[in-house]
């Protein structure tokens, strides 16, 4: 079992920055991947970015690409996500998830939320325009 558990998120301006962190505990060691989704109010919950846990190969959405960066520490186990020039349609509920098995990134397993076994609860990001 893991748990994770978010942290980072809150209310921001248009153009502004925040950064989330996701610590995971328990079964850590057999990490494969964690990524970052998020879920709007009347949508379905959709990728944003993920991270392979042993090459930190980065997988990112096209709608935040070269905006939000994810990141993490082996040593801490977490994962982060620097959100940047942060726009009004970023406003979401923002989940932290980690597989521990292993996922193919050629059958688009890093993007697919059916894929990862354990969910944080989920922070709030709002972004005002």
């Known amino acids: 079992q893991v748990q994770l558990v978010e942290s980072g998120g809150g209310l921001v301006q248009a153009g502004g920055s925040l950064r989330l962190s996701c610590a995971a505990s328990?079964?850590?060691?057999?990490?494969?991947?964690m990524a970052w989704f998020r879920q709007a109010p009347g949508n379905e919950r959709e990728f944003v970015a993920a991270?392979?846990?042993?090459?930190?190969?980065?997988y990112s959405a096209v709608s935040v690409k070269g905006r939000f960066t994810i990141s993490r520490d082996k040593a801490k186990n977490t994962v982060d996500l620097q959100m940047n020039s942060l726009k009004p349609e970023d406003t979401a509920v923002y989940y932290c998830?980690?597989?521990?098995?292993?996922?193919?990134?050629?059958?688009?397993?890093?993007?697919?939320?059916?894929?990862?076994?354990?969910w944080g609860q989920g922070t709030q990001v709002t972004v005002s325009s």
């Open positions: 998830a980690a597989e521990l098995t292993r996922l193919y990134a050629g059958s688009g397993d890093y993007t697919d939320s059916r894929k990862y076994s354990y």
């Open positions: 328990g079964r850590t060691f057999s990490t494969y991947a």
């Open positions: 991270i392979s846990w042993s090459t930190g190969r980065i």
